[in-house]
């Protein structure tokens, strides 16, 4: 049975649910579309669990309570996470096909039942080891690559994607400016995340953490089933909140809706990509491992994570700038700008030692950070349309579900075999190379 047919099973149960949805758009007393960017943005922030920023706080009492040691740990996790990229596409494809509504719901839905799991994997552990006699690493080894799947699927890959893309549907000629509010609220909430995880750990235990996470994740989907919505047209109506009427008045923008074999034989799509998971491979392994990178140049703990603030404001700023002149602004530029901040970020860490290294880290990422949240949200639908928005979106979301598991991993890899990150520096470096010439004739396919 794929995953297709077990996806139509569900949602013919769910159909019996749709009486006890009592939210028509249609009659709203404004548009629809701004309750979206709010329980949308809502759901990004409701795949925190499923991020990097949301594992993190819970790798060293987890790692312990299951005897694993660090790398072990850290190696379940880049097995989880690799093989959710290779159904984050598919996923895509349940969106286009289902729409926001179902897929936000069951991969929110999942992904509480997941955490749930997670909370007790010790006493799951135990009995497997009891039942079978087998008293080994491999056990708990195997039984958290196979909860970090699905926390990684669900989490940051699907829910991320459905919430994400329902807000851009709904809008066009706005979307920059929509995006940019989304990305203000999201940008705080992630950067805030660990702080109100790690109290939940210090004050509630690890266990009870998730399953509080768990808890608040199960009200979240009857608000996903509630007020999520498809596409404005269902409803007779048209993005943006423009009439039929007014929309006639004016000269008729036609798009084309490109699909994801189109799609990939357009150079924009593998430049873009790519820029896209350079980010999420460079800030994955810098985050993960950040107190030692700078503990390498003899900078304190304190220090380290000092860098966090003015990073988090440089891409705020950037974001809103941008967002709200990508309406206006041809996108490539964003793109070859991200590029060279890339380029910057990894001169920074190449320095590192050096004062002005620290402020070429901080500017880069900060502007690298930025712009992702406005080019891999606004530009896809704009380059490519809607109508297979899902599929093309899944695709580029497995591009950076794979670049983010082996970061960490690599990152440990060059420091503990060279004893310097340096190595990185130099990959980072020729990629970002790469990716500012290859993207030289990329144009908007539209």
Not at 4 to 22: D, G, P, R, T, V
Not at 132 to 158: A, D, H, K, Y
Not at 371 to 393: C, D, E, Q, S
Not at 416 to 443: C, H
Request: hydrophobic share 50%; aromatic share 16%.
């Amino acid at each position: 049975m794929n995953i297709k047919l077990i996806f139509e099973l569900l949602q013919i149960q769910m159909s019996s649910l749709n009486k006890f949805s009592f939210i028509n758009p249609n009659k709203f007393p404004f548009f629809y579309g701004y309750i979206l960017l709010f329980i949308g943005s809502l759901g990004i922030l409701a795949s925190i669990p499923g991020q990097t920023v949301g594992v993190s706080i819970f790798t060293d009492p987890v790692k312990d309570a299951l005897g694993l040691s660090r790398n072990q740990f850290s190696n379940a996790y880049m097995i989880g996470t690799l093989l959710s990229a290779f159904f984050v596409t598919k996923a895509g494809v349940l969106f286009d096909l289902y729409g926001a509504r179902y897929v936000a719901f069951f991969a929110t839905l999942f992904l509480g039942i997941s955490l749930l799991l997670c909370s007790v994997s010790v006493e799951i552990s135990d009995s497997i080891k009891n039942v079978f006699n087998f008293n080994s690493w491999i056990v708990p080894f195997v039984l958290m690559t196979i909860l970090f799947f699905f926390i990684r699927f669900c989490g940051q890959g699907v829910l991320t994607m459905a919430s994400r893309n329902m807000i851009m549907i709904w809008f066009d000629k706005n979307r920059g400016k929509v995006n940019s509010i989304s990305s203000i609220a999201v940008t705080l909430g992630f950067s805030s995340s660990p702080i109100f995880i790690n109290y939940l750990v210090d004050n509630h235990g690890w266990e009870m953490s998730w399953q509080l996470l768990a808890i608040c994740l199960f009200i979240f989907s009857f608000c996903v089933f509630q007020l999520y919505r498809n596409r404005p047209e269902d409803f007779n109506l048209l993005p943006d909140g423009v009439t039929k009427k007014a929309k006639t008045t004016k000269a008729i923008k036609v798009e084309t809706d490109f699909t994801l074999e189109e799609t990939k034989k357009t150079r924009a799509f593998w430049m873009i990509g790519l820029t896209l998971a350079f980010n999420s491979f460079f800030i994955t392994g810098f985050t993960f491992h950040v107190v030692s990178i700078f503990g390498s140049q003899d900078y304190s703990k304190n220090q380290a994570i000092a860098v966090f603030i003015p990073i988090s404001i440089i891409a705020i700023s950037v974001s809103t700038l941008c967002n709200i002149l990508s309406d206006y602004v041809h996108h490539k530029i964003y793109v070859y700008i991200m590029q060279v901040s890339g380029l910057l970020a990894s001169l920074g860490l190449l320095f590192l030692s050096n004062t002005f290294g620290v402020y070429l880290l901080i500017v880069g990422l900060g502007t690298c950070g930025g712009l992702f949240a406005v080019v891999n949200a606004v530009t896809w639908p704009r380059y490519y349309g809607r109508k297979y928005l899902g599929v093309i979106t899944g695709k580029v979301m497995s591009f950076l579900v794979m670049a983010s598991a082996i970061a960490p991993s690599l990152f440990s890899y060059c420091y503990s075999e060279f004893g310097t990150y340096g190595y990185i520096s130099y990959l980072t470096l020729a990629f970002s190379v790469f990716l500012i010439i290859g993207s030289l004739k990329i144009r908007n396919p539209q």
